[in-house]
């Protein structure tokens, strides 16, 4: 069965109604990222609050969603009360093929309005009903146990107070769709739960062998092995040993005490791996004595790492609070880094120091509530804070200090991981040009920098065929480690074998129209060249003597816009939106470059290929 509808919930009117996707947009967007871009390209004015009834929650999967192998997930699409761009967060676990078994036809849940008192979304046998929520004021565990037969997808205290980088959990805080806030959307639209009564797609015995031979490959590739034998946690052992750890809010590039948090700690705290989902090979949960997950890599380089942590059940126990309270651990650690470095700095009073866990835990637990106006700013994010106690700053005479916008790294103003780019120009264009903000998953250039010597043309080359990649692979809503397989081809055969009838070329040409519409969207926002920029805190040379410099870098975003075919000032060209099909779909507000750019048309690729 293909799925070709979407379902519509409106929360003001409680209406749930359902609509056929146009064939058009099913083959240009796909689905996940590239469907829910073009549905809030279409339906959002320019200047929308994010955090307004007006603001759209899309809830995607894609055509093969339930079919691949590897983790199944569902892509959460809004725009962002972070950063105002265009936002899409991710998830795995339970709820996704519940989902996509609950409605076989569709291709997503797309949420409007607000309700007057909160609601949840409750899906079963292919239809959708909005029901009053019993779980206001709960956490995600409190909630996810109040429906023990159903899969949910909820937002904790952080939404509910619409913390912009409030996330949406399932299977009890076990998964997220973690960056961006969209949390904070569903919050400011009263949506408590999503709860989900069904079971995985059965698959078809069409694509059992291609499914066999998909797992094999994945078990033989390298990202296969590295999953399999310590999952995302070696990232934090490899950032160690190449330097590029951020530590301690970002002072230094390697931490004293990883051992405490990396892959040796995982080894003595894990006491057994739970099977998630007996259909995905390696697809484990390990936990501690105490049932907690051990947590991924992003957890402990935030919040061990970033906050000078060492020890590994502390940091186990953050994380374990951000995944109650709902809170992004990659933007928690940093909103915990920034305020040890300002009240070091004389810029907030507060008592709090890197390394220590309970003052950590005490700053995120009152975020989450915006318990008082230190709270209430750093739930705006890092930079949104530090703007707001930048008149503090007035009074400093250390003309090196860095001011309190300074202290911690954002792009767009989303906190960077702790990937620190400094010595990986790969890894900077690929912050800096992020649709969504400081992202290391549109392109992890990092993971290679350190052993491939890359001119400026293959560096520029590298970072922008793995974000056009990307977006089909997040279009498909592929498992994003078996992605790295698919990579070839980009699922087309997968495709081909339920029916859809795309190439390798016709779906990298799908991949860079999802991300140049994307740029579009940020771009009627008010988003160009100037937001594409990297925060001071990288312009410092780094204790080891990387250093980014500022000339080499502008001269590596020239080269990469030219690649896009984009102009100088970062707006794609009337040209490259025609090429690929764009131009009819364009409103008044959205500014193109006035620079040409040659680029082969739709109709000349196809005239060229026959």
Known sequence: MHRDTVLRVDLTTSEVSREPVPEQWRRQYLGGKGLGARYLYDELEAGTGPLTPENRLCF?????????????RYAAVTKSPLTGTFLDSYAGGSFPPALAG?????????????????????????????????????????TANAYPDASVACIGPAGEAEVVYATVASDAGDHHAGRGGVGAVMGSKRLKSVVVHGDPPEIPSAIERLREETDAAYADHATGRWQAASGTLESVDFADEVGALATEGWQSGRFDGSDGVGIAAVQDAAVGREREDDRVPGDFRVETENGESVPRGATSISLGAGLGIDDFDAV???????????????????????????????????????????????????????????????????AAAAARFAAQESGDEDDDALSGEELMPTVKAMALP?????GATGMALAYATSDRGGCHRRARPVEEAV??????????????????????????????????????????????????DHDADSLARAGERIWTLVRLFNAREGFDRAEDELPARLRETREDGAAINPETF??????????RGWGRDGLPS?????????????????????????????????????
Do not use: K
């Not at 995607?60 to 199944?72: A, F, I, K, R």
């Not at 397989?485 to 859809?500: F, K």
């Open 60 to 72: 995607t999967l894609g055509p093969l969603s339930g079919y691949l192998p590897g983790e199944t």
């Open 554 to 563: 502008d001269r590596t975003l020239d080269a990469y816009y030219d690649y």
């Open 102 to 142: 609950a409605l076989p036809d569709c291709l997503g849940v797309i949420v409007r309005g607000a309700a007057a008192e909160p609601v949840s979304l409750v899906i079963e046998d292919g239809e959708g009903r909005i029901e009053p929520a019993n779980c206001w004021g709960q956490d995600t565990v409190e």
């Open 316 to 382: 186990t126990a953050l994380g374990a609070t951000c995944d109650r309270l709902g809170v992004d651990v990659i933007e928690a650690g940093s909103v915990v880094a920034w305020t040890a470095l300002a009240a070091e700095a004389g810029l907030v009073d507060e008592s709090i120091a890197f390394g220590d866990d309970e003052a950590a835990r005490n700053v995120i637990e009152r975020v989450a509530a915006r318990e008082d106006e230190l709270a209430d700013a750093l739930a705006e994010g890092v």
């Open 418 to 422: 702790g990937y620190d780019p400094r």
């Open 451 to 500: 052993f491939v010597d890359r001119s400026r043309a293959e560096t520029v080359q590298h970072v922008a065929d793995a974000q056009t990649a990307r977006s089909v692979l997040w279009s498909l809503v592929a498992d994003d480690f078996l992605g790295d397989v698919l990579r070839e081809d980009l699922g087309a055969e997968w495709l081909r074998a339920v029916g859809i």
């Open 574 to 610: 009337p040209e490259l939106v025609e090429a690929l099909g764009l131009t009819a779909i364009l409103d008044d507000e959205t500014p193109l470059s006035s620079e040409y750019r040659a680029v082969e048309s739709v109709a000349e690729e196809e005239a060229r290929s026959e």
